[in-house]
T-cell receptor, first 116, second 110 residues
Framework: EPEVTQTPSHQVTQMGQEVILRCVPISNHLYFYWYRQILGQKVEFLVSFYNNEISEKSEIFDDQFSVERPDGSNFTLKIRSTKLEDSAMYFC??????????????FGPGTRLLVL | AQRVTQPEKLLSVFKGAPVELKCNYSYSGSPELFWYVQYSRQRLQLLLRHISRESIKGFTADLNKGETSFHLKKPFAQEEDSAMYYCALNRTGANSKLTFGKGITLSVRP
């Protein structure tokens, strides 16, 4: 069964550094999402992406964050200048987007980001 | 605003005991409700959704709009059911964000 993949699985970075988290969606999926989960807290929505543009974003997704799909395959989340509070597990999810079909989002395994 | 509440953090039962994981939601529109499960060292995966009305791995959940609840139930718990369970919702028929509850750890002891 096809799966969403994410790289790296773990990343440690210094505060103020830029990080790029990568996601390879399931082939032919059209909708892409990033969520994060700070340790001990709930999974929170960050942003959704469709047709090469952001369709929805949360208040967490400020100017430090950006998403793109540069090569038609990878879907990336960039944090421009990391803060300590960005330490979390980041999940990518994708959805096929077939009209008239009740669908579900498929999640990647996550990237654990630690900002020191 | 969308909100999902899972009031308990941990439920520990013995194998064969019944299980009920509680979920309440708040949403002004027409929601679609889901239960996701995360087994140890594995990814979040869909367990079931209210619209399917099916039983997966012996689990069922009924949407009660009057009580705004979507509790997950299983009559006889198995050790392999031990995992983290998350209730989530989004707008019906939309490709929009999922709003998750905090999750509950289910521990099934032998």
């Amino acid at each position: 069964e096809p799966e969403v993949t994410q790289t790296p699985s773990h990343q440690v970075t210094q505060m103020g550094q830029e990080v790029i988290l990568r996601c390879v969606p399931i082939s032919n999926h059209l909708y892409f999402y990033w969520y994060r989960q700070i340790l001990g807290q709930k999974v929170e929505f960050l942003v959704s992406f469709y047709n090469n543009e952001i369709s929805e974003k949360s208040e967490i997704f400020d100017d430090q964050f950006s998403v793109e799909r540069p090569d038609g395959s990878n879907f990336t989340l960039k944090i421009r200048s990391t803060k300590l509070e960005d330490s979390a597990m980041y999940f990518c999810a994708t959805l096929a987007g077939l009209a008239g079909v009740h669908e579900t989002q498929y999640f990647g395994p996550g990237t654990r980001l630690l900002v020191l | 605003a969308q909100r999902v509440t899972q009031p308990e953090k941990l439920l520990s039962v013995f194998k064969g005991a019944p299980v009920e994981l509680k979920c309440n939601y708040s949403y002004s529109g027409s929601p679609e409700l889901f239960w996701y499960v995360q087994y140890s060292r594995q990814r979040l995966q869909l367990l079931l959704r209210h619209i399917s009305r099916e039983s997966i791995k012996g689990f069922t959940a009924d949407l009660n709009k009057g009580e705004t609840s979507f509790h997950l139930k299983k009559p006889f718990a198995q050790e392999e059911d031990s995992a983290m369970y998350y209730c989530a919702l989004n707008r019906t028929g939309a490709n929009s964000k999922l709003t998750f509850g905090k999750g509950i750890t289910l521990s099934v002891r032998p």
